[in-house]
Nanobody
Framework: QVQLVESGGGLVQAGGSLRLSCTAS????????LGWHRQGPGKERELLAS???????YYADSVKGRFTISRDDAKKTLYLQMNSLKPEDTATYYC????????????WGQGTQVTVSS
């Protein structure tokens, strides 16, 4: 069982930046692909960015060029650097993990709220 805990959310003005962190419980962190998702009010949850065990990344078009995903396997921590934030980025942000042999994200954090004011 992998436990994930997000932190770093908060209130920021449009154009500002935040960095989210997601720390995992004791596990072989390097064997997991990791992703950041978000769910805004009245919206479906969407995958924003992911990074696999080899370090390859994926970004949704909505955040490409503004958000950067990274991982530190030694610290068992996943990061999401968010720049040029917009009011439409307001959502609850979740980190998730899946073992490299699995196709679906199995483990989820509790979420951290990001609110961007105009």
């Amino acid at each position: 069982q992998v436990q994930l805990v997000e932190s770093g959310g908060g209130l920021v003005q449009a154009g500002g930046s935040l960095r989210l962190s997601c720390t995992a419980s004791e596990t072989i962190f390097s064997l997991y692909s990791l992703g950041w998702h978000r769910q805004g009010p009245g919206k479906e949850r969407e995958l924003l960015a992911s990074v696999n065990s080899a370090g390859s990344t994926y970004y949704a078009d909505s955040v490409k060029g503004r958000f950067t995903i990274s991982r530190d396997d030694a610290k068992k921590t996943l990061y999401l650097q968010m720049n040029s934030l917009k009011p439409e980025d307001t959502a609850t942000y979740y980190c998730a993990a899946r073992h490299i042999v699995e196709h679906e994200y199995r483990y989820w954090g509790q979420g951290t709220q990001v609110t961007v004011s105009s």
